[in-house]
């Protein structure tokens, strides 16, 4: 049963802006903080950014901070990240996962339980 559905990634040049959204279920947007996550060939899975579900706090990795921006819209059920600035040290698989608690909000790949399928992220002239 998938409970994470990235949308579609994309192609986008130094400098520019891209979108991802994750639509989830209602129980797991109230129960679960969402996080973003990119991996590359050769290396971890990273956190990037994670909202929390009760109070819509969020926090990013230093890397992208000022930069990413994640925010949720529940009455679509979607957390998206929005993606400012882009590098080319961006470029990557990204995944949005789910991890249990309403009041935590971890950058851990190893507290997340739920995952998407991932989309992939390209940043290149």
């Known amino acids: 049963q998938v409970q994470l559905v990235e949308s579609v990634g994309g192609l986008v040049q130094p400098g520019g802006s891209l979108r991802l959204s994750c639509v989830a279920s209602p129980f797991l947007l109230h129960n679960y903080a969402i996080g973003w996550f990119r991996q590359v060939p050769g290396k971890e899975r990273e956190g990037v950014s994670c909202i929390r579900s009760s109070d819509d706090s969020t926090f990013h990795a230093e890397s992208v901070n000022g930069r990413f921006t994640i925010s949720r819209d529940n009455a679509k059920n979607t957390v998206y990240l929005r993606m400012d600035n882009l590098k080319p040290e961006d470029t990557g698989l990204y995944y949005c996962?789910?991890?249990?608690?309403?009041?935590?909000?971890?950058?851990?790949?190893?507290?997340?339980?739920?995952w998407g399928q991932g989309t992939q992220v390209t940043v290149s002239s």
């Open positions: 996962a789910a991890s249990w608690g309403r009041f935590q909000c971890p950058l851990q790949t190893t507290t997340y339980d739920k």
